[in-house]
């Protein structure tokens, strides 16, 4: 079992920066996958970005070059850093971590909300 917290979300204007963190709890961190994903008010989840065992990211085009992913393994925390942020943005953010051997083990955090707004 692991548990995953997410926290750093809030209220932020056009262009401006947050750091999401993710915490988790239980065992085995440094061998799930870690990612980030979002769902907005009417639309569906989607990925944000993620990061594998081995440090490999990848990004949703959409944040391409405004946000970076990244983990801490002796600190079992996921980070996702997000610059040059937009109001389309906005939606709320989860961690999550999954099994790479087996997909169907996965965890998911409560979730914490960024908007982007002036």
């Known amino acids: 079992q692991m548990q995953l917290v997410e926290s750093g979300g809030g209220r932020v204007q056009p262009g401006g920066s947050l750091r999401l963190s993710c915490a988790a709890s239980?065992?085995?961190?440094?061998?799930?996958?870690m990612g980030w994903h979002r769902q907005a008010p009417g639309k569906q989840r989607e990925l944000v970005a993620a990061i594998t065992l081995g440090d490999s990211t990848i990004y949703a085009d959409s944040v391409k070059g405004r946000f970076t992913i990244s983990r801490d393994n002796a600190g079992n925390t996921v980070y996702l850093q997000m610059n040059s942020l937009k109001p389309e943005d906005t939606a709320v953010y989860y961690c999550?971590?999954?099994?790479?051997?087996?997909?169907?083990?996965?965890?998911w955090g409560q979730g914490t909300q960024v908007t982007v707004s002036s």
């Open positions: 239980g065992s085995g961190f440094g061998s799930y996958s």
């Open positions: 999550n971590a999954r099994f790479p051997y087996d997909s169907r083990v996965q965890f």
